[in-house]
C-alpha cells in the first residue's frame, strides 16, 4: 500500500508532462478558424453594400413620395379647371340660346318691317285702282301754288305716317343687331377664357403624364434595387449558414481532438504507470551499508569510481561516481536513500539530474536521466522514482551516473552496494 501511493504521487507528475506534450502537439484540422474568419469579411462585405442598397431604396421611395405628392396636386389643378370648364360651357350654351333668341327676334322684326312695306304698297296700289293717282300724280295736278302746298301736305302726312313706322322697325332692328353682336362679343370672349382654360389643362395633362411616368420608372428603379438587396440578402444568409456550420464543424472537430488527446494520454499514463508497477514489483529494497539501495534494478557496472580513460572522449577523467548500464532508456530510477530532493534540472554535463539530500551533508546523485520526476524542496522515501533513465548531457549511451557523497566528500557507492557485476 505504501509503495502504491508513492507511485501515485510520482505519476501525477508524469501525466502532468504527458499532457503538456500532447497539448503541444500542432493539430490538423479539416475546418479552420481562418476559412471561418474569410466567410465573416465576406459575410460583412456584403451586409454593407445591402446597407448602401437599402440606402438607395430609401431615397426611391422618398422621390416617389414627392412624385406622387406632385401628381396630387396636378390632379386637383386639372380637376378645378374641368370644373370651371364646365362652367363656362355651360354659360357659352346660355349665351348661344340668348343669341338664337335674339336672332329671332331680329328676323321678327325684318318680317315686320317687309309686312309694313307690303301694306304700303297695297295702299298704294289700292288708290291707283280707285282711280286716284299716285303722289306725284297729286302733285303735279296742283292748280297752283297754294294747292301744291295743300296736295303737299296731304301726300307727306301719308308718307310720314309710313316713315314712321319705317323708322322704328329699322330702329329696332338694329337695336336687336347691337344687342347680338354684344351676346356674340360676350360668348367670343367667354369662348377664349375657355380655350385659355383647355391650353392649360393641357400643359397640366402633359405634366401629369410625365409625372407618372416618373413615378413608374421610380418604381422599377426601386423594385431592381430590392431585388439586389433580396439576391444580397439570400446570399448573406447562405454565408452566415455556412459559418455557423464550419464553426460549429470546427468545434465538434475541437471536442473530438481533445478528448483523443486525453485518452492518449490516460493511455500512456496506464502504460507507464503499468511499467513503473512492475518495475516496483520487482525491485527488491536490498539495503546495503550506509543504508542505500540501488537506484535502478540492473547491478551491471560499466564505469567505476576513480581514475579512468575519457570514454567517448566525452565522460570525466576523474570519476567522482559509477555508471550503472543495462538500463536502457526510461527505466525508473529510484531514491537510494530517503531525504529531500535539493537538486532537480538540468546541465551540459551532468543532463537531467537529480540531488537528494539525506542530511549531515550526505547526499546522492542521479544522472544522465531521460526525464526529471520530482521537484527541489521535495521530501522522498526511499524506493521514490526520481526520474527515468535515458542519455542526456555528457554521455555516450543509456546509464545512470550514480554518486554518494558522505560529509562532504565522495565516495566509492560500491563500498555500500553489493551484488554488482563488471563489464
Ligand atoms: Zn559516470
Known sequence: MKKAKRVTVTFFSALLTLLTLTAALPPSFAVTQDEIDTLITQANGLQEERDALEQEIGTYSSNIAAALERKALLDAEISQIEADVSALETSITDYEQRIDVTEGELADAKAREAQQYDLFCQRVRAMEEQGRMNCWMILLRATSFVDFLTRLDFVSEIMESDRRVMNDLKALQEEISEKQAQLTDEKRELEAANQALLDKKTELDTQRTAANQLIIDLEASRTEAEASRDILTEEAEQIQGEIVRLSEELARQEEEARIRAEAEAVEAYRALRERMSAELDD?????????????????????TFGGRASPGGIGSTNHKGVDIGGVGYGTAVHAAKGGTVIISQYSSSYGNFVVVSHGSGNTTLYAHMSARLVEAGQVVSQ?????????????????LHFEITENGTRINPLIYLSGYSLS
Open 283 to 303: 525491485f527488491t529494497v536490498s539495503e546495503g551499508l550506509g543504508g542505500y539501495i540501488w537506484p535502478v534494478n540492473s547491478r551491471r557496472i560499466t564505469s
Open 383 to 399: 524506493g521514490d522514482i526520481l526520474g527515468l533513465t535515458g542519455s542526456t548531457g555528457h554521455s555516450t549511451g543509456p546509464h
